[in-house]
């Protein structure tokens, strides 16, 4: 069995040369970004921010816009030259901006009761069980008291609901199956929550389905507080919003 730390250094290292010029979400009815633009606009706060898996920005611009914080801490497994982050924020944004081209799960580049909100989207889809339990530890020990943290993942079941046009995406996540296209709708997602501490493909990141009941223990586990397990803005992947 692959060490653990191993498996880890897997995981980070799955997204070392993609997205060449920084990760876009884009814009989708279904994944309803404007939505949850409305949602933070309404609801962050605090002075300091932490986003997880900044990209190219497109996230980071539009909370540092609202003028909300004064620190926003950007984390990254990928080099702000190669996200080309700064060209897309702008200079004068590192006024208030700190980007950390980071390596491991641990966040030791930020203090300790730091944070007062963690932000992300579109990335702990692509980081392991393993590598998510290990994120949410470190987590709590950069979290001031009443941090709220709004984080969005992968469950198969919402998955197939919001868009069963696309039952392929979570087949390909599952390549040693022999005849899965003859999979019904429970056994895929049975098989896609069993791998959600599966291996990385080194040449693409690939999507890890833990899914809202599995999440939820890694938060409780890890000493947080559930606000909702899903605040339902996104209809094809959850986004649980917690706090210490």
Same mark, same amino acid.
């Given at each position: 069995?692959?060490?653990?730390?191993?498996?880890?250094?897997?995981?980070?290292?799955?997204?070392?040369?993609?997205?060449?010029?920084?990760?876009? #979400?884009?814009?989708?009815?279904? !994944?309803?970004?404007?939505?949850?633009?409305?949602?933070?606009?309404?609801?962050? !706060?605090?002075?300091?921010?932490?986003?997880? /898996?900044?990209?190219? /920005?497109?996230?980071?611009?539009?909370?540092?816009?609202?003028?909300?914080?004064?620190?926003?801490? =950007?984390?990254?497994?990928?080099? &702000?030259?190669?996200?080309?982050?700064?060209?897309?924020?702008?200079?004068?944004?590192?006024?208030?901006?700190?980007?950390?081209?980071? *390596?491991?799960?641990?966040?030791?580049?930020?203090?300790?009761?730091?944070?007062?909100?963690?932000? %992300?989207?579109?990335?702990? =889809?692509?980081? %392991?069980?393993?590598?998510?339990?290990?994120?949410?530890?470190?987590?709590?020990?950069? =979290?001031?008291?009443? =941090?709220?943290?709004?984080?969005?993942? &992968?469950?198969? !079941?919402?998955?197939?609901? %919001?868009?069963?046009?696309?039952?392929?995406?979570?087949?390909?996540?599952?390549?040693?199956?022999?005849?899965?296209?003859?999979?019904?709708?429970? #056994?895929?997602?049975?098989?896609?929550?069993? *791998?959600?501490?599966?291996?990385?493909?080194?040449?693409?990141?690939?999507?890890?389905?833990? /899914?809202?009941?599995?999440?939820?223990?890694?938060?409780?586990?890890?000493?947080?507080?559930?606000?909702?397990?899903?605040?339902?803005?996104?209809?094809?992947?959850?986004?649980?919003?917690?706090?210490?």
């Amino acid at each position: 069995m692959i060490e653990k730390k191993e498996k880890l250094k897997q995981d980070l290292a799955a997204f070392e040369k993609v997205w060449h010029g920084g990760y876009f #979400t884009g814009y989708s009815k279904k !994944r309803n970004q404007k939505g949850l633009e409305s949602y933070l606009k309404s609801n962050l !706060r605090g002075d300091t921010l932490l986003e997880i /898996g900044c990209g190219g /920005g497109q996230w980071t611009k539009f909370i540092y816009e609202l003028g909300i914080f004064k620190k926003i801490i =950007c984390v990254d497994v990928l080099s &702000a030259e190669h996200n080309k982050f700064w060209e897309n924020l702008g200079e004068e944004s590192k006024q208030t901006i700190e980007y950390l081209h980071i *390596d491991n799960f641990e966040l030791s580049d930020i203090e300790n009761e730091s944070l007062d909100y963690v932000f %992300s989207y579109d990335v702990f =889809c692509h980081i %392991s069980l393993s590598g998510t339990n290990e994120y949410i530890k470190s987590l709590y020990l950069k =979290c001031r008291k009443n =941090c709220n943290l709004l984080i969005m993942y &992968a469950d198969p !079941r919402k998955y197939l609901k %919001s868009e069963p046009e696309n039952r392929d995406h979570l087949i390909k996540y599952l390549p040693s199956r022999k005849f899965i296209y003859r999979l019904s709708d429970k #056994t895929l997602i049975k098989d896609a929550l069993s *791998d959600s501490d599966g291996l990385q493909n080194n040449s693409e990141p690939r999507w890890f389905w833990i /899914g809202i009941d599995v999440f939820k223990q890694i938060i409780l586990k890890n000493q947080f507080k559930i606000i909702k397990e899903d605040i339902d803005i996104d209809k094809t992947n959850p986004i649980s919003l917690f706090v210490k």
